[in-house]
């Protein structure tokens, strides 16, 4: 009986993995390649890899399973020159295979835009194609208020003297 969580084999009889606390498969199904930073590391060996992300473990953890997600792999690596101590390191990096930069790049742009537009935050580009109208409200702005009339979005400077 195996564990088709952690792999782990159990002797009969034994009808749940201990420590996954799901039910055990009489079979072991295939070794999915993004199933585990283990795996998606072995996927990566003697592979040339770039950072795209810095960051500690956790925001880095969160990264890595959405790449997994998307069927990219990524491993978190620290910098050796900068340990702490053994195996801490001041700064980690999510690394990628260098050849799918491009696509890992749209993915994480196309990610960062859907949480600003969430926000309800536009980039300068984005104000460009709204000038002359509120881009929240759309009520016409005349060129010289730093507040829409209407809404009251603020799109002035705001280290501009009052």
Not at 109 to 123: D, P, T
Request: one cysteine or more; aromatic letters at 6%; glycine letters at 8%.
């Amino acid at each position: 009986m195996f564990c088709p969580k952690c792999r782990a084999e159990f002797v009969a009889g034994v009808l749940r993995c201990g420590n996954c606390e799901v039910p055990l498969l009489a079979d072991l199904p295939p070794e999915d390649d993004f199933a585990s930073p283990e795996s998606m590391a072995r996927l990566l060996k003697d592979r040339e890899l770039e950072a795209v992300v810095v960051g500690n473990y956790v925001a880095l953890s969160e990264q890595q399973r959405l790449l997994a997600k998307e069927r990219i792999p990524s491993v978190i690596a620290g910098e050796a020159a900068t340990e702490i101590e053994a195996g801490l390191h001041a700064r980690l990096f999510l690394m990628v295979e260098a050849e799918r930069l491009g696509e890992i790049r749209a993915f994480f742009e196309k990610r960062w835009a859907r949480g600003l537009a969430a926000e309800g935050i536009m980039l300068a580009k984005d104000l460009a194609a709204h000038e002359g109208t509120c881009p929240a409200c759309g009520a016409a702005m005349p060129a010289d208020v730093a507040e829409c009339p209407e809404c009251g979005l603020f799109l002035g400077d705001p280290d501009a003297p009052a």
